[in-house]
T-cell receptor
Framework: GDSVTQMEGPVTLSEEAFLTINCTYTATGYPSLFWYVQYPGEGLQLLLKATKADDKGSNKGFEATYRKETTSFHLEKGSVQVSDSAVYFC?????????FGAGTRLFVKA | EAGVTQFPSHSVIEKGQTVTLRCDPI?????LYWYRRVMGKEIKFLLH??????QDESGMPNNRFLAERTGGTYSTLKVQPAELEDSGVYFCASSQSWGQGRFEAFFGQGTRLTVV
C-alpha cells in the first residue's frame, strides 16, 4: 500500500540555519504531496502542496519539489526562525484518504 | 468562515469508560474524515464519510469504535469501552471533492484523549 517515510527527529537548529527534512513516498498512480505543520497547542495546518511531478510548493519561506524519479518531497527553508519550531508531517493523497509520515519535530534555538 | 471544530480539546478517562468526540466540519464540505496519532507515531486514517454515509472505514481499529454522522453535518466518534492503547490525538478533517483525487483536507485542532 501507499506509504510515506520521513526523517526522524527531533531536529535542533540555531536561528538562521538551513533546514532540510527528508521525505520519500511509495504510491501507485500519481498522488498529490503535502507538508502539514502542527505548532505547539494548535491543529494541523497545510504548509504547502504539489499536485504533479516537478511542481514546487512554497509557503512562508518553505519549499518542496515533487520529484517523481526519486519519489521524494523534501522540505527546505533557507533560514529558520524560532517561530518555525513545530512538528512537520509529510503526506500524500491519491484519492480521498491522506497517508502521513511519522512527523519530524523541529526545535529552533535563538 | 469557521474552520473544522473539535470538542473536547482534551479528555482524560479511566479504562473501561466511554468517551464521545465531536467534530463540526466546514460548512458545505461533504467529506469528513477521522484520523488518530498514537504515541508520537504517524497520523493514521480511521474512516471517511461522504455526507452521512461511511465511504471507507478500513482504518477503524476494532468494534469498540463507533462513528456516526447524522444528517451529514457534524460527526461523533465514540470509544466504548476505552482501553489504554486508545490514548492519542484524534483529528477530524473535512474537504470538498476536486476530482481526480486532488483535494485539500482542512484539519481541526484535535482531541487529546488520555486513558488511565
Amino acid at each position: 500500500g501507499d506509504s510515506v517515510t520521513q526523517m526522524e527527529g527531533p531536529v535542533t537548529l540555531s536561528e538562521e540555519a538551513f533546514l532540510t527534512i527528508n521525505c520519500t513516498y511509495t504510491a501507485t498512480g500519481y498522488p498529490s504531496l503535502f507538508w502539514y505543520v502542527q505548532y505547539p497547542g494548535e491543529g494541523l495546518q497545510l504548509l504547502l502542496k504539489a499536485t504533479k511531478a516537478d511542481d514546487k510548493g512554497s509557503n512562508k519561506g518553505f519549499e518542496a519539489t515533487y520529484r517523481k524519479e526519486t519519489t521524494s518531497f523534501h522540505l527546505e527553508k533557507g533560514s529558520v526562525q524560532v517561530s518555525d519550531s513545530a512538528v512537520y508531517f509529510c503526506a500524500l493523497s491519491g484519492g480521498f484518504k491522506t497517508i502521513f509520515g511519522a512527523g519530524t519535530r523541529l526545535f529552533v534555538k535563538a | 468562515e469557521a474552520g473544522v471544530t473539535q470538542f473536547p480539546s482534551h479528555s482524560v478517562i479511566e479504562k473501561g469508560q466511554t468517551v464521545t468526540l465531536r467534530c463540526d466540519p466546514i460548512s458545505g464540505h461533504d467529506n469528513l474524515y477521522w484520523y488518530r496519532r498514537v504515541m508520537g507515531k504517524e497520523i493514521k486514517f480511521l474512516l471517511h464519510f461522504v455526507k452521512e454515509s461511511k465511504q471507507d472505514e478500513s482504518g477503524m481499529p476494532n468494534n469498540r469504535f463507533l462513528a456516526e454522522r447524522t444528517g451529514g453535518t457534524y460527526s461523533t466518534l465514540k470509544v466504548q469501552p476505552a482501553e489504554l492503547e486508545d490514548s492519542g490525538v484524534y483529528f477530524c478533517a473535512s474537504s470538498q471533492s476536486w476530482g481526480q483525487g486532488r483535494f485539500e483536507a482542512f484539519f481541526g485542532q484535535g482531541t487529546r484523549l488520555t486513558v488511565v
